[in-house]
């Protein structure tokens, strides 16, 4: 049965208008962008094959353009519309935090950290650097290491802080096994850089841990 003739109330598209994206399921939502499906098979059961042998959705959709393409029912058009609604989602995120929203709306920081870091397959450590109304200057990330860890050094994190003329600094890293809960060894390099930027009267307003689900704030936990 094509999409078309499925009750109006299930299809994609309709439910998506009637109550929002959030109710729709992985397959329908990759089902939209896909449009149409491979032959015999519609959108959404075009979707759940892809998820099925390519999935879950984040390693599905963490590849590279290039990588997407090779993708039975995916090709050239629509590799570019899914990196292109994945820029367009970390672009809009970055907008909340340039209006100085980092510390209005501290979850805002979280997903944008998410967004940059989560799938990783090693641990990424990264800064972003806000001004004095904590805006948005710049994001970088500093440190790279092996699936276990990345080696942090607070100096740089300073320079860098420095360079960039930042007020405040976040920083995330992400844990590659997906459990987002904060190690020993995170709870000491928050300390360490906490005090290394107060030596140059810059804040550190926050530490996100990235794994899967929600993003997990040190601050939140009075740890910052």
């Known amino acids: 049965m094509h999409i078309r003739d499925w009750p109006e109330q299930e299809r994609p598209r309709e439910k998506l208008l009637a109550r929002g994206a959030g109710s729709l399921s992985d397959a329908e939502l990759l089902a939209i962008f896909l449009g149409s499906g491979t032959a015999g098979r519609d959108a959404v059961a075009t979707a759940r094959d892809l998820l099925a042998g390519h999935g879950p959705l984040r390693a599905l959709l963490d590849r590279d353009a290039k990588a997407m393409t090779r993708l039975k029912g995916i090709g050239n058009a629509r590799a570019c519309a899914?990196?292109?609604?994945?820029?367009?989602?970390?672009?809009?995120?970055?907008?909340?935090?340039?209006?100085?929203?980092?510390?209005?709306?501290?979850?805002?920081?979280?997903?944008?950290?998410?967004?940059?870091?989560?799938?990783?397959?090693?641990?990424?450590?990264?800064?972003?650097?806000?001004?004095?109304?904590?805006?948005?200057?710049?994001?970088e990330e500093l440190f790279q290491g092996s699936i276990d860890g990345a080696e942090v050094h607070p100096?740089?994190?300073?320079?860098?802080?420095?360079?960039?003329?930042?007020?405040?600094?976040?920083?995330?890293?992400?844990?590659?096994?997906?459990?987002?809960?904060?190690?020993?060894?995170?709870?000491?390099?928050?300390?360490?850089?906490?005090?290394?930027?107060?030596?140059?009267?810059?804040?550190?307003?926050?530490?996100?841990?990235?794994?899967?689900?929600?993003?997990?704030?040190?601050?939140?936990?009075?740890?910052?």
């Open 82 to 139: 899914l990196a292109a609604a994945l820029e367009l989602g970390q672009r809009h995120l970055a907008s909340q935090l340039q209006r100085g929203d980092a510390l209005a709306d501290p979850a805002a920081a979280g997903r944008y950290f998410a967004q940059r870091l989560r799938g990783r397959p090693r641990e990424v450590f990264a800064a972003l650097y806000l001004d004095v109304r904590h805006r948005a200057l710049g994001f």
């Open 155 to 224: 100096r740089v994190l300073v320079e860098r802080a420095l360079a960039q003329g930042a007020s405040a600094v976040i920083v995330g890293h992400n844990h590659p096994s997906g459990n987002p809960e904060p190690s020993t060894a995170d709870r000491a390099v928050t300390v360490r850089l906490k005090q290394a930027l107060a030596l140059v009267d810059v804040r550190l307003l926050d530490h996100f841990v990235i794994g899967d689900g929600a993003p997990v704030s040190m601050a939140a936990r009075g740890l910052v």
